[in-house]
């Protein structure tokens, strides 16, 4: 028998944060775009972790379902 480290393979969680590249490519629009919507604050809110600017993904979430209903 092998060894069990405690995980399921199967559990594959999405991360936490989208950084900005991630978030960009999941809305199909430029980086330097999602840029200046973040800097006229149209966009969910972020952190900053260390240099990178990150979102958490259940905010995404919110805000797109936000954006869906109110369409």
């Given amino acids: 028998m092998g060894k069990h480290s405690g995980s ?3 559990d594959h969680e999405p991360p936490v944060f989208l950084t900005e590249a991630e978030l960009a490519a999941r809305w199909r629009h430029s ?3 999602l840029q ?3 800097a006229a604050g149209d966009v969910p ?3 900053r972790i260390g ?5 958490r ?3 995404v979430e919110a805000f ?3 954006r869906e209903a109110d369409e």
């Fill in 8 to 10: 399921s393979s199967g």
């Fill in 31 to 33: 980086l330097r775009t």
């Fill in 36 to 38: 200046r919507w973040r």
């Fill in 45 to 47: 809110r972020h952190l």
């Fill in 51 to 55: 240099s990178r600017i990150v979102f």
């Fill in 57 to 59: 993904r259940a905010d």
């Fill in 64 to 66: 797109e379902a936000n």
